[in-house]
């Protein structure tokens, strides 16, 4: 699986957007990106999938370069409830079935 | 539908005794997984299992076993359970065979070793 490499935390203010870019410098050609939303006590939630450009659903975005070597998951408007650790993960069929998560990015909504 | 269900919720154990982590699914998923996560860390990879009598070791699988029992049902045993144990384990699995890398999780074992 691609090493991957993001912030470890990061604040925000309630309405704001927070933007989390996710390095993957060596992705390989069959790797889909994956961001994963974990709250505390709870196990990780998936939130995201991108393959490349914009990928777009009801809870975020996704922006993907056309070097796909980063990736940008970006949370429109937060609020309270969107304080979690959020995970970048890269890989896919061709990767085998190893899930394997880095350490996050800490995210604090602040009212 | 339940998803993934892990048994039990809490648990507490002396250094030295076993005890095994259940996990069922009901979404006929072919692969399986187990993880730690201690405070503050991320979750780190202990056992997978691929499909149904296949299992391979993850990033941490020193004193742990696994047994996938079927494709629903895929356990974790501690043998000799230490305070380095001391972790919550979650359980999860996914369908593996088309690109789709969504895992869905249990909602977890908090277990403390004294």
């Known amino acids: 699986l691609a090493k991957t490499t993001q912030p470890i935390s990061m604040d925000s203010y309630e309405g704001q957007e927070v933007n989390i870019t996710c390095s993957h410098n060596?992705?390989?050609?069959?790797?889909?990106i994956t961001w994963y939303q974990q709250f505390p006590s709870q196990g990780p939630r998936f939130i995201i999938q991108?393959?490349?450009t914009k990928v777009t659903n009801e809870v975020a975005s996704l922006f993907i370069p056309a070097d796909r070597k980063s990736s940008t998951l970006s949370l429109p408007r937060v609020s309270l409830s969107d304080t979690a650790v959020y995970y970048c993960?890269?890989?896919?069929?061709?990767?085998?079935?190893?899930?394997?998560f880095g350490g996050g990015t800490r995210v604090l909504v602040k009212p | 539908n339940a998803g993934v269900t892990q048994t039990p919720k809490f648990q507490v154990l002396k250094t030295g005794q076993s005890m095994t982590l259940q996990c069922a699914q009901d979404?006929?998923?072919?692969?399986m997984y187990w993880y730690r996560q201690d405070p503050g860390m991320g979750l780190r990879l202990i056992y997978y299992?691929?499909?149904?009598?296949?299992?391979d070791k993850g990033e941490v699988p020193n004193g742990y076993n696994v047994s996938r029992l079927n494709k629903r049902e895929f356990s974790l045993r501690l043998e000799s359970a230490a305070p380095s144990q001391t972790s919550v384990y979650f359980c999860?699995?996914?369908?593996?065979?088309?690109?789709?890398?969504?895992?869905?999780f249990g909602q977890g074992t908090r277990l403390t070793v004294v």
């Open positions: 299992s691929a499909s149904e009598g296949t299992t």
């Open positions: 979404m006929n998923h072919n692969s």
């Open positions: 999860a699995s996914s369908e593996f065979g088309s690109l789709n890398t969504e895992a869905f």
């Open positions: 993960l890269v890989g896919g069929a061709a990767a085998g079935n190893k899930l394997t």
């Open positions: 060596n992705i390989a050609t069959n790797d889909y």
């Open positions: 991108g393959y490349k």
